[in-house]
Protein backbone atom coordinates (compact mmCIF):
# COMPACT_ATOMS: atom_id res chain seq x y z
CA UNK A 1 0.00 0.00 0.00
CA UNK A 2 1.96 2.53 1.54
CA UNK A 3 5.27 3.65 -1.34
CA UNK A 4 7.99 5.53 -0.93
CA UNK A 5 8.38 5.20 2.68
CA UNK A 6 11.85 5.71 3.80
CA UNK A 7 12.59 6.45 7.34
CA UNK A 8 15.23 9.39 8.38
CA UNK A 9 16.96 9.54 12.06
CA UNK A 10 19.20 11.88 13.51
CA UNK A 11 21.36 10.70 16.33
CA UNK A 12 24.61 11.94 17.15
CA UNK A 13 27.64 9.76 17.01
CA UNK A 14 29.24 10.16 20.33
CA UNK A 15 28.20 11.56 23.78
CA UNK A 16 29.46 11.10 27.61
CA UNK A 17 28.02 8.46 29.52
CA UNK A 18 24.53 9.38 31.19
CA UNK A 19 24.48 12.31 28.67
CA UNK A 20 20.88 13.32 27.73
CA UNK A 21 21.12 13.85 23.94
CA UNK A 22 17.53 14.86 21.57
CA UNK A 23 16.87 12.62 19.05
CA UNK A 24 14.92 13.45 15.59
CA UNK A 25 13.41 11.15 13.70
CA UNK A 26 10.99 11.68 10.47
CA UNK A 27 9.75 9.20 8.10
CA UNK A 28 7.63 9.55 4.28
CA UNK A 29 4.45 8.54 4.62
CA UNK A 30 1.05 9.94 3.31
CA UNK A 31 -0.76 9.50 6.32
CA UNK A 32 -3.85 8.86 4.90
CA UNK A 33 -6.40 9.90 7.68
CA UNK A 34 -9.67 8.36 5.94
CA UNK A 35 -11.30 11.61 5.99
CA UNK A 36 -10.67 12.49 2.93
CA UNK A 37 -12.68 12.01 -0.51
CA UNK A 38 -11.34 11.66 -3.87
CA UNK A 39 -12.73 13.20 -6.90
CA UNK A 40 -15.64 10.71 -7.11
CA UNK A 41 -16.68 11.18 -3.74
CA UNK A 42 -15.72 7.65 -2.26
CA UNK A 43 -13.75 7.83 0.71
CA UNK A 44 -10.33 7.22 0.65
CA UNK A 45 -9.73 4.42 3.49
CA UNK A 46 -7.40 5.04 6.22
CA UNK A 47 -3.74 4.23 5.72
CA UNK A 48 -1.21 5.81 8.83
CA UNK A 49 1.20 4.54 10.95
CA UNK A 50 -0.14 3.82 14.24
CA UNK A 51 2.75 3.25 16.36
CA UNK A 52 6.10 4.22 16.68
CA UNK A 53 8.81 3.10 19.16
CA UNK A 54 12.40 3.70 19.85
CA UNK A 55 14.55 1.45 21.91
CA UNK A 56 18.55 1.58 23.37
CA UNK A 57 20.32 -1.75 23.51
CA UNK A 58 16.78 -3.32 24.26
CA UNK A 59 15.47 -0.83 26.74
CA UNK A 60 12.09 1.53 26.30
CA UNK A 61 13.09 5.30 25.29
CA UNK A 62 9.55 6.42 23.78
CA UNK A 63 6.49 4.35 22.86
CA UNK A 64 4.36 6.16 20.73
CA UNK A 65 0.80 5.53 19.50
CA UNK A 66 -0.30 7.70 16.52
CA UNK A 67 -3.55 8.81 15.30
CA UNK A 68 -4.97 9.97 11.61
CA UNK A 69 -4.67 13.71 13.27
CA UNK A 70 -0.87 13.31 12.83
CA UNK A 71 0.74 14.94 9.76
CA UNK A 72 1.90 13.61 6.55
CA UNK A 73 5.58 12.60 6.89
CA UNK A 74 5.10 12.17 10.84
CA UNK A 75 8.36 14.24 12.47
CA UNK A 76 9.00 13.57 16.09
CA UNK A 77 11.89 14.61 18.41
CA UNK A 78 12.70 13.27 21.93
CA UNK A 79 14.88 12.90 24.41
CA UNK A 80 17.27 9.78 25.70
CA UNK A 81 20.06 9.16 27.93
CA UNK A 82 22.69 6.96 27.11
CA UNK A 83 24.03 4.77 29.58
CA UNK A 84 26.43 2.98 27.48
CA UNK A 85 27.32 2.46 24.33
CA UNK A 86 24.84 0.83 22.14
CA UNK A 87 22.53 1.12 19.49
CA UNK A 88 19.42 2.93 18.74
CA UNK A 89 16.46 0.67 17.37
CA UNK A 90 13.31 2.80 15.89
CA UNK A 91 10.14 0.75 14.58
CA UNK A 92 7.32 2.48 13.09
CA UNK A 93 4.38 -0.15 12.59
CA UNK A 94 2.04 0.55 9.41
CA UNK A 95 -1.78 -0.33 9.29
CA UNK A 96 -0.97 -2.57 6.56
CA UNK A 97 1.19 -4.67 9.09
CA UNK A 98 4.45 -3.44 7.42
CA UNK A 99 7.57 -3.04 9.60
CA UNK A 100 9.73 0.04 9.10
CA UNK A 101 13.31 -0.15 10.60
CA UNK A 102 16.09 1.77 11.27
CA UNK A 103 19.03 1.60 14.10
CA UNK A 104 21.90 3.91 14.64
CA UNK A 105 25.01 2.95 16.90
CA UNK A 106 26.44 5.83 19.40
CA UNK A 107 29.61 5.61 21.18
CA UNK A 108 30.08 6.53 24.98
CA UNK A 109 33.93 7.95 25.08
CA UNK B 1 -45.01 32.17 2.93
CA UNK B 2 -45.60 33.88 6.95
CA UNK B 3 -44.61 32.30 10.14
CA UNK B 4 -46.10 33.36 14.04
CA UNK B 5 -43.78 34.31 16.05
CA UNK B 6 -44.12 31.37 18.13
CA UNK B 7 -42.76 29.42 14.90
CA UNK B 8 -40.00 31.61 14.13
CA UNK B 9 -39.02 31.01 17.52
CA UNK B 10 -39.72 26.89 17.71
CA UNK B 11 -37.44 27.10 14.11
CA UNK B 12 -34.56 29.43 15.36
CA UNK B 13 -33.68 27.15 18.61
CA UNK B 14 -34.24 24.06 16.31
CA UNK B 15 -31.02 25.60 14.38
CA UNK B 16 -29.71 26.49 17.35
CA UNK B 17 -29.92 22.95 18.66
CA UNK B 18 -28.72 21.25 15.40
CA UNK B 19 -25.42 23.60 15.08
CA UNK B 20 -24.82 22.30 18.58
CA UNK B 21 -25.29 19.03 18.30
CA UNK B 22 -22.04 17.89 16.51
CA UNK B 23 -19.98 19.08 18.95
CA UNK B 24 -21.58 18.28 22.00
CA UNK B 25 -21.04 14.86 20.25
CA UNK B 26 -16.98 15.79 19.76
CA UNK B 27 -16.97 16.75 23.65
CA UNK B 28 -18.79 13.31 24.69
CA UNK B 29 -16.22 11.51 22.64
CA UNK B 30 -13.53 13.69 24.30
CA UNK B 31 -15.04 13.19 27.73
CA UNK B 32 -15.01 9.62 26.99
CA UNK B 33 -11.22 9.24 26.08
CA UNK B 34 -9.72 10.99 29.03
CA UNK B 35 -12.33 8.73 31.18
CA UNK B 36 -10.41 5.59 29.97
CA UNK B 37 -7.01 7.36 30.15
CA UNK B 38 -7.26 8.89 33.71
CA UNK B 39 -9.79 5.81 34.91
CA UNK B 40 -12.19 8.98 35.91
CA UNK B 41 -9.29 10.28 38.33
CA UNK B 42 -9.15 14.00 39.29
CA UNK B 43 -6.54 16.24 37.25
CA UNK B 44 -4.61 18.55 38.33
CA UNK B 45 -3.72 21.67 36.73
CA UNK B 46 -0.18 21.97 36.89
CA UNK B 47 2.59 19.23 35.74
CA UNK B 48 2.16 19.48 32.04
CA UNK B 49 2.59 21.99 29.51
CA UNK B 50 1.65 22.29 26.18
CA UNK B 51 3.63 24.42 23.34
CA UNK B 52 1.54 25.14 20.34
CA UNK B 53 1.33 28.12 17.71
CA UNK B 54 -1.69 30.32 18.69
CA UNK B 55 -2.19 31.26 15.11
CA UNK B 56 -1.55 27.91 12.62
CA UNK B 57 -1.21 29.34 8.96
CA UNK B 58 -1.96 25.69 7.72
CA UNK B 59 -3.64 23.30 9.66
CA UNK B 60 -2.05 20.94 7.93
CA UNK B 61 1.14 20.62 9.62
CA UNK B 62 0.57 22.36 13.53
CA UNK B 63 4.10 21.83 15.50
CA UNK B 64 3.15 21.13 18.73
CA UNK B 65 5.13 19.84 22.09
CA UNK B 66 4.32 18.49 25.11
CA UNK B 67 6.18 18.08 28.17
CA UNK B 68 5.78 16.76 31.72
CA UNK B 69 8.74 16.38 33.93
CA UNK B 70 8.51 12.32 35.40
CA UNK B 71 5.06 11.11 33.46
CA UNK B 72 4.85 8.21 32.03
CA UNK B 73 2.60 8.70 29.47
CA UNK B 74 1.01 11.84 27.95
CA UNK B 75 -2.02 11.84 25.87
CA UNK B 76 -2.78 14.20 23.17
CA UNK B 77 -6.55 15.09 22.43
CA UNK B 78 -7.66 18.02 19.29
CA UNK B 79 -11.48 18.38 20.86
CA UNK B 80 -12.69 19.81 17.14
CA UNK B 81 -10.86 17.48 14.92
CA UNK B 82 -13.50 14.93 13.36
CA UNK B 83 -11.41 12.01 15.22
CA UNK B 84 -10.03 13.50 18.56
CA UNK B 85 -7.17 11.39 19.61
CA UNK B 86 -4.01 12.61 18.25
CA UNK B 87 -1.50 11.08 19.85
CA UNK B 88 0.10 9.04 22.73
CA UNK B 89 3.52 9.32 24.00
CA UNK B 90 4.80 6.90 26.28
CA UNK B 91 8.13 7.30 28.05
CA UNK B 92 10.48 4.29 28.87
CA UNK B 93 13.06 4.15 31.40
CA UNK B 94 15.49 5.29 28.96
CA UNK B 95 13.78 8.73 28.03
CA UNK B 96 16.14 11.64 28.58
CA UNK B 97 13.36 13.48 29.55
CA UNK B 98 9.12 13.87 29.35
CA UNK B 99 9.58 15.99 26.39
CA UNK B 100 8.34 14.98 22.89
CA UNK B 101 7.48 17.13 19.53
CA UNK B 102 5.51 16.45 16.78
CA UNK B 103 3.45 18.15 13.58
CA UNK B 104 -0.08 17.45 14.10
CA UNK B 105 -3.49 18.08 11.66
CA UNK B 106 -6.34 20.38 12.88
CA UNK B 107 -9.39 20.95 11.63
CA UNK B 108 -10.12 23.97 12.30
CA UNK B 109 -9.48 26.43 15.81
CA UNK B 110 -9.95 24.51 18.76
CA UNK B 111 -9.02 23.37 21.72
CA UNK B 112 -5.69 21.16 22.09
CA UNK B 113 -5.81 18.83 25.19
CA UNK B 114 -2.83 17.56 26.84
CA UNK B 115 -3.19 14.92 29.72
CA UNK B 116 0.02 13.51 31.34
CA UNK B 117 0.03 10.68 33.87
CA UNK B 118 2.79 11.68 36.76
CA UNK B 119 4.87 9.31 37.97
CA UNK B 120 3.28 9.23 41.19
CA UNK B 121 0.38 7.95 39.57
CA UNK B 122 -2.46 11.19 39.44
CA UNK B 123 -3.03 13.11 36.25
CA UNK B 124 -2.13 16.58 34.82
CA UNK B 125 -4.11 18.40 32.40
CA UNK B 126 -3.71 21.48 30.43
CA UNK B 127 -5.25 22.95 26.91
CA UNK B 128 -4.40 25.20 24.47
CA UNK B 129 -6.67 27.27 21.76
CA UNK B 130 -5.19 27.39 18.53
CA UNK B 131 -6.63 29.44 15.62
CA UNK B 132 -6.00 27.71 12.00
CA UNK B 133 -6.47 29.73 8.74
CA UNK B 134 -6.91 26.85 6.37
CA UNK B 135 -8.52 23.51 7.80
CA UNK B 136 -6.23 20.16 7.82
CA UNK B 137 -8.36 17.06 7.36
CA UNK B 138 -9.99 17.61 3.66
CA UNK B 139 -13.43 16.24 3.22
Request: charged share 20%.
Amino acid sequence: MATGVKPRVKVPGSASAGEVITIKTLISHQMESGQRKDSDGNKIPRSIINRFTCEFNGQSVLDMTLEPAISTNPYVEFQATVPETGEFKFTWYDDDGDVYEDSKPITVG
Amino acid sequence: MDFTRRETLALGAGAALLSFLPFRANAAAVDDLIAEFTGGAEMADAGVELNAPEIAENGNTVPIEVSAPGASAILLLAAGNPTPPVAKFGFGPLAGSQTASTRIRLAGTQEVIAIAQLGDGTFARTSKTVKVTIGGCGG
